[in-house]
């Protein structure tokens, strides 16, 4: 109905309802006072119309959205969020660097380990909660095999013995134990407080990983100037651990010649190594990001993230990690480090996907008065991560994103499948006796708004269409279906939204 249709409509209703005849048969139009409120409710008659979608209306829903009957509204759930092990709380980290992820069969619910320089090696369960510390730690290295000021640490398996390799900054020494209890102490590379980059020493060692399959074992110093390098910016050993008991110096493959830069297959203060494949993956000083093919008889760089592109910028990268989803879809995550951001890159073309986290610095030391633990993402230094696909329930598996936030000591977990279109709650299909033309839509909540995406459709046969929120030229109906679609931003702090209301505006045709 136009609008020049709409307003003969009321003047006719208004004349009838005047009409002497009309007002003698009905007595109540007879009183002039309510005669004339009835006359004003006819001209504040309009064409326009508000269909809300509460709670109630909702059929169905997927991702992140639920129907919250405790509070009559659509949910956005943060199931799979987590900012654990807080040192402000829990009182465990305190200088959380590296984390390993562990699989194996054998006591498989120790699934992470965190390296924390004044903790320890700490051992997590799936859920990213704190089971024990590895043994043997403390400050008696030298006679009782003990071990502290842990940077990094690894896994690794020979002739079907599981090991864990344990890199210790300010003493200049990576020790080897038994993983399973009693963990005994293997050996020890390196010279205990004595730092050179020499074979068999180490300087501020940083970063361990392992080539299982030739059973060689590479340690990152971040400080040293061994034979043939230019400028003491560090280097990368390799040691031949088929008998773990007896580790076996082979090389020095990378330290600063000429440019420090991994493209040259060098280093300029390297800071973590990770394994994957044939490929050793670096994060460098000059904030550089490679992974260098150990396959050939010559170590060539095969894979480079140059400091800067599109969608990011490398500030102190960190840890690298290596993850594959079903299917066979790897992707490299980045610890930003200064940044206080993760970085995701496809694995083949290393294209720049996702930016994870905001930076955000918590209270000083002495204060209580922490950050919400409702609200996930605010990361201020990111000092380690590692992706893993895990069950949050039963039933529900997911890919999830651990970064270690040395600064505001704590660890965050970020659930990846979150950050899709697919978060969204269906609401039943509308039906009217008079067709309308829809013309847009708002929603009461605290849910952003640029986060919202409505769709429609005329039928249930028909696919979902996106309805902007100031609409027009849509045609008139009699039938329509609403969905409402929440999708993160990755590059911003999480917590749980609610819609209480979605409004669609339109008017009668």
């Not at 006819?42 to 829903?61: C, G, H, N, R, Y």
């Not at 194996?104 to 799936?126: A, C, F, Q």
């Not at 970064?403 to 990846?416: E, I, Q």
């Not at 269906?426 to 929603?443: A, E, K, M, R």
Request: glycine share 6%; net charge negative.
């Amino acid at each position: 109905m136009g609008t020049a249709m709409f307003d003969q409509f009321k003047a006719t209703l208004s004349q009838a309802v005047q009409d002497p005849d009309f007002r003698r048969k009905n007595a109540i139009f007879q009183d002039t006072a309510y005669l004339q409120n009835f006359l004003d409710r006819i001209e504040s008659m309009t064409p326009d119309i508000a269909l809300s979608q509460k709670f109630e209306d909702v059929i169905s829903v997927l991702g992140m959205m639920e129907q919250d009957s405790a509070n009559n509204t659509i949910k956005f759930d943060t199931r799979g969020f987590e900012t654990t092990l807080s040192a402000f709380r829990e009182g465990l980290l305190n200088n959380p660097r590296k984390i390993w992820k562990r699989v194996s069969d054998t006591n498989s619910d120790e699934r992470y380990l965190i390296s924390d320089r004044n903790s320890g090696v700490l051992v997590l369960n799936p859920d990213a909660e704190v089971l024990h510390r590895f043994p043997n730690y403390g400050p008696d290295i030298a006679v009782s095999d003990e071990y502290e000021d842990a940077s990094a640490c690894c896994t690794f398996t020979i002739d079907s013995t599981e090991y864990i390799a344990i890199t210790m900054f300010s003493h200049h020494v990576c020790s080897i134990y038994e993983y399973a209890t009693p963990n005994t102490f293997v050996s020890q590379i390196g010279q205990l407080d004595n730092p050179g980059a020499t074979a068999d020493f180490l300087t501020d060692p940083v970063g361990v990983a392992c080539d299982e399959a030739n059973a060689l074992l590479y340690i990152v110093s971040r400080e040293g100037q061994p034979a043939g390098a230019t400028l003491n910016r560090g280097f990368v050993s390799v040691y031949d651990i088929s008998v773990p008991a007896t580790p076996v110096y082979v090389n020095t493959i990378m330290f600063y010649l000429n440019t420090g830069s991994l493209l040259d297959v060098e280093v300029d203060t390297p800071e973590d190594i990770f394994f994957d494949e044939g490929l050793l993956w670096l994060t460098n000083g000059n904030n550089e990001v490679a992974a260098i093919d150990t396959t050939g008889t010559v170590n060539r760089c095969a894979k480079y993230i140059e400091p800067t592109g599109a969608g990011y910028a490398l500030s102190g990268p960190q840890q690298v990690s290596v993850h594959e989803s079903p299917g066979g879809f790897k992707k490299v995550y980045v610890a930003n480090g200064a940044a206080g951001l993760v970085e995701e890159f496809e694995h083949r073309t290393l294209k720049h996907l996702a930016t994870y986290g905001y930076r955000a610095l918590e209270d000083e030391l002495n204060s209580l008065n922490r950050m919400s633990t409702g609200v996930y993402g605010a990361i201020g230094y990111a000092q380690g991560v590692v992706a893993d696909r895990v069950f949050l329930n039963d039933t529900e598996e997911t890919d999830v994103m651990i970064c270690a936030d040395t600064l505001n000591k704590r660890l965050h977990r970020f659930n990846l499948n979150a950050y899709t279109t697919d978060n969204f709650a269906n609401f039943g299909l509308l039906t009217f006796d008079v067709p309308v033309s829809i013309q847009g839509w708002t929603i009461s909540g605290d849910v952003p708004t640029d986060m919202v995406t409505v769709y429609y459709r005329f039928s249930e046969e028909e696919d979902f269409r996106e309805l902007n929120c100031n609409a027009s030229g849509l045609p008139p109906t009699s039938t329509v279906q609403f969905r409402i679609s929440v999708t993160l931003d990755s590059h911003r702090f999480v917590r749980e939204w609610f819609i209480r209301e979605l409004v669609i505006h339109g008017t009668q045709s």
